[in-house]
Structure formats: C-alpha cells, structure tokens
C-alpha cells in the first residue's frame, strides 16, 4: 500500500509561482514512477509530468516543460512540482500518483495505482 498526500495549493495571480508537495509512504516498489497530473472542471484527468523515483528520469507534457519542473527529494518520500509563470489555464485540482506498471503511456491515469485526495491550484488574470 502507498499513501499520498498533496499540500502547496492555493489561489495566486497569473505570472505567479507555486510549489505543490506530495508525502508519499507505504511499498517503494509500488511507486517505480510518481507524477502529476491535473484535472480542470469538465475536462479529463491530464498528465502534467512524471518520474522514475529509481533513476531521477523525468518527462513531462510538451506544452508545460518550460514553465513546471518535477523533483524528488533524497529519501524518495516527496515530490514536488514547482510552477512558474501561472497562466489562468493553469487552474485545476492538482493530483499526486503513484505506480509501478510499463505497460502503457506514462500520462495515461490507469497507469497509476495510488492517487492523493488533490490539491486546488487557481490562477487570477
């Protein structure tokens, strides 16, 4: 079992810089990769970036790489993902994921099996 939680959401203006934090704990080998994704009201879960907690590898969705950097800290047990530059699009509920499987698209929600409750980002022009 691998627990999630998220914090660092929170409501800011366009041009601003946030920093959302996921406590991760429970089975290392359940969470082989860990990553972002959001979700906007009416729209489907996306995937914002992701990593391999065993390599430090990252990828990300192309039309955020500039502007979001994913990282792990040294134990492995937080994630972070650093926002700069906020545009209004950017407002969404933000999720943690947690997951072990290869076996389809890294920004595909059903790769994941553990998710956090979510944490609410939202951006003002």
């Known amino acids: 079992q691998v627990q999630l939680v998220e914090s660092g959401g929170g409501s800011v203006q366009a041009g601003g810089s946030l920093r959302l934090s996921c406590e991760a704990s429970?089975?290392?080998?359940?969470?082989?990769?860990m990553g972002w994704f959001r979700q906007a009201p009416g729209k489907e879960r996306e995937g914002v970036a992701v990593?391999?907690?065993?390599?430090?590898?990252?990828t990300y969705i192309d039309s955020l790489k500039d502007r979001f950097t994913i990282s792990l800290d040294d134990s492995k047990s937080r994630l972070y993902l650093q926002m700069n530059s906020l545009k209004p699009e950017d407002t969404a509920m933000y999720y943690c994921?947690?997951?072990?499987?290869?076996?389809?698209?890294?920004?595909?929600?059903?790769?994941?099996?553990?998710w956090g409750p979510g944490t609410q980002v939202t951006v003002s022009s």
């Open positions: 994921a947690a997951g072990d499987r290869y076996d389809v698209p890294w920004y595909t929600p059903r790769r994941y099996t553990y």
């Open positions: 429970g089975n290392t080998d359940s969470r082989r990769f």
């Open positions: 990593i391999h907690t065993n390599t430090g590898f990252t």
